[in-house]
Structures are given as C-alpha cells and as structure tokens.
C-alpha cells in the first residue's frame, strides 16, 4: 500500500550538512540543563554502578539489541505517506472537570498522546510520561512536533500523588513537564540514575524515588514496581544508556496495572506477569517501530503478544498519536494493534486524546480516528531479534 518516496543522494547530503550545522547552533546556543545531567556525585555513582544491570561503564539490557543502523541512517529523511494527520485529530478538550469526581470503579485512564496518561487507581493520581511540552527536544525551536494542543492544561489537573517516569529520552522526561510539576509539589518516580536530571533542575532529593529493575515503592496504598525493559537511554546521545529504562507495575488494593515504557520484546515479560499479574489493564507501547531496529520498540504485534506475556486482561496501546518519531502511518499502530487482538482474542480499550474512561465501562471502543492506507503486519513485520543475532527471530504467534 504506497511506494516510500526516495530522496536523491545530493538532497540526503544537503540534508545531513544542514542537520550537522543545526546541532553545532544546537550546541552553541542553548542551555545545557535542557539536555540533562552530565555529572553525578560520588554517592549517586556509587548507588547506579551498584546495579546488577551496570557493567562496562554503562547500563546493558539482558538480551542485546539489534540494529541495521547504515539502513535506518540512509532512509532518516525518508517520509511516510499519513505519517502525520492531514486534519485536525479529534481531542476531547476540557479544563478536567471529568476528574473532579473520583472514579465509580476504583480504576480510570485519561490518555494525553504518545505514552503521557493519567491514571487514577484504588484511590491514588499517577501520571506517566507527561509531555506537556511542544516538542519532545533539548530545544524549543527544532524537533518533531505534537499534533494537537495538551487536551487539559496542566494546572487544571488534580493533585497528583506521583509523576513516574520510564526513561530519559525527550518523548517521555521532559524538562518544561517536569519544572511544572515540580512547582506544585510532585513527587518523583524514576529509574536508577534518572534522579541526576530531576536534582540538576531543582526537583528536591526527598521527592524523588529512584529505583533497580524489581525494586518497589509505595504510593498511599499503592505498590510500584520498576520492570525490566529492553531498550535504551541518554538525552543528546540516545543510546549513552548512563541512566537505567523501565517499565511499572502498579498494584493497588483492587487493581492491577502494568506500564510497559519503552522496550523491545523479551522473554523475562512472563516473569512479569507470573510475579505482579494478572493486570486489570496494560498500557503498551505500540507505535515508533521500525524493522530495521526492531528490538527497541514492540511494533503492534509484540505489543499485543506482550499484553499476552504479563497476563493482561485489558490492552491499551500507547506511544502513538502525538508524534511522527518513525515511518510508518500515524493510524497504522491502532490499526494493526486491532488486527492482532481480533487474532488473539485480545480486549483493546482506545480511549479518544483527552477522554476519561473507566476500563469497566468500556465506553470507548470506539474508532475516533480517520481511515487511511496502513501496511499490515505481512507487508512491514516487526519482529525481534531474540538475542541481538539477525538471524535469530522471536516466533510471532499465527492467527487461526
Ligand atoms: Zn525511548
């Protein structure tokens, strides 16, 4: 279903000098506690390199990715036809009246785009990955760019009892968010190493909870757990992988929900769902995949197999919806998500940007985004590599 569009070879090179010149302006001009914390103290190191995940100088995932980066490199400026809107998408705007009331069944989701959400669970406000911000870069001025306007102001939330964040990349910490979020007394959750950037921006040390892979902390009645994940981290550098990624379990008195963050597809999710699930609802990761670095990120297809792995009764896919941070059509993610749930026998919640929804009700299966030409899982797969070997894929379950 359409051909990509090739640039000639003069165009990729003005295109590469241009970007080349763009980040030495980047560099020069803007400040650096936009790009994150480059230094630590020696207690904080001492705390990170202590990590059963840290060795050579950095964290590594327990089952090495694999990339065809001279491949991704040459197709960058490629684009996508439908990779971003051609209209208005339809949010549901509100100055968050809806949450004003706390929810009849203990459990309701208010997705924002790409992986920033709500989530009001057994009576605690959590957000994920919130990115009020335009961007998701060091800089206001260059970057992709959000679709849509936030579909609540961020001072008409409600208090929030904890801010958890997955990973340092752009799309998931963002520095305006945070300073927000910070003014108003937020509490921090966050991966090993993550706490560097919050105490280089101000956030005090008492707020912030860092945690290993396995590790928990509470949140009134609630229990976070950091979950493993595969993928990797840094700001300017986006495999530096000085700070750790993670995914969160959030198990409350009545219910039982799992985050996956960012990650490829990995074996040890069973481990997930035999120790924390069975989860009343997953947020996955679903969008910004490619074939030519299919470990870093699910694809539809492993997203739902994910859902599968951690015993997840209800999917709701994530990471799409905000941004275009791959070539592939902006609906594509959804789209293929509900072919391979129909498949698997999966449920599938895809709440409108900006809808409140309480997963018991299921008030929004609904298809709030246009039709347009998407590649199914047969013409683009994305498979995983099993241990960073090419040749060596994870078997995708057939759909009978
Ligand atoms: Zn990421």
């Not at 920033?116 to 760019?145: C, F, H, M, N, Y």
């Not at 520095?175 to 959750?189: C, E, H, P, S």
């Not at 594509?332 to 449920?347: D, G, I, M, T, Y």
């Not at 246009?370 to 070997?389: C, F, L, M, N, S």
């Amino acid at each position: 279903m359409g051909a990509e569009r090739r640039k000639p070879v003069w165009r990729r090179v003005a295109w590469g000098g241009a970007c080349a010149a763009a980040l030495a302006a980047l560099v020069l001009s803007s400040a650096c506690s936009s790009f994150g914390q480059w230094s630590r103290s020696p207690q904080e190191q001492a705390q990170v390199q202590a990590s059963p995940q840290w060795h050579d100088g950095q964290f590594n995932n327990p089952q090495p990715m694999w990339s065809d980066m001279k491949r991704a490199l040459w197709r960058a400026f490629d684009s996508e036809p439908g990779q971003s809107p051609a209209g208005p998408v339809p949010v549901l705007r509100s100055q968050g009246e809806a949450l004003a009331v706390a929810p009849a069944s203990g459990l309701r989701v208010t997705w924002f785009g790409h992986s920033s959400t709500l989530l009001e669970i057994d009576g605690q406000r959590v957000l994920l990955d919130p990115i009020w911000s335009e961007r998701p870069s060091p800089v206001s001025w260059a970057g992709p760019k959000r679709w849509f306007a936030p579909p609540i102001p961020l001072d008409k939330l409600p208090a929030i009892d904890a801010v958890l964040v997955s990973h340092d990349h752009y799309d998931h910490l963002d520095r305006a968010t945070v300073m927000a979020l910070q003014a108003r007394g937020a509490r921090f959750i966050v991966p090993l190493g993550i706490g560097g950037h919050l105490r280089g921006w101000g956030v005090p040390n008492e707020r912030i909870v860092e945690l290993d892979w396995w590790q928990s902390t509470a949140v009134g009645t609630l229990q976070v757990t950091a979950t493993p994940a595969r993928h990797a981290s840094g700001r300017i550098n986006p495999q530096a992988d000085h700070t750790l990624w993670s995914g969160f379990a959030l198990v409350g008195p009545q219910h039982r929900v799992w985050y996956s963050g960012d990650t490829g597809l990995f074996d040890e999710m069973n481990d997930i769902g035999a120790r924390l699930g069975p989860f009343d609802l997953t947020l996955i990761e679903s969008g910004q995949y490619d074939a030519d670095w299919p470990d870093w990120h699910l694809g539809p297809e492993q997203a739902v197999l994910a859902h599968q792995r951690v015993r997840g009764q209800l999917m709701m896919p994530v990471h799409w919806g905000l941004f275009a941070l791959a070539h592939h059509g902006w609906t594509e993610p959804v789209e293929r998500v509900l072919a391979a749930a129909a498949c698997q026998h999966v449920s599938v919640l895809t709440p409108q940007p900006g809808q409140s929804v309480e997963p018991q009700q299921r008030a929004s299966a609904s298809r709030w985004w246009p039709a347009q030409p998407w590649h199914t899982a047969a013409e683009r797969p994305v498979i995983a590599t099993k241990r960073g070997d090419a040749a060596q894929r994870v078997e995708l379950p057939r759909c009978s």
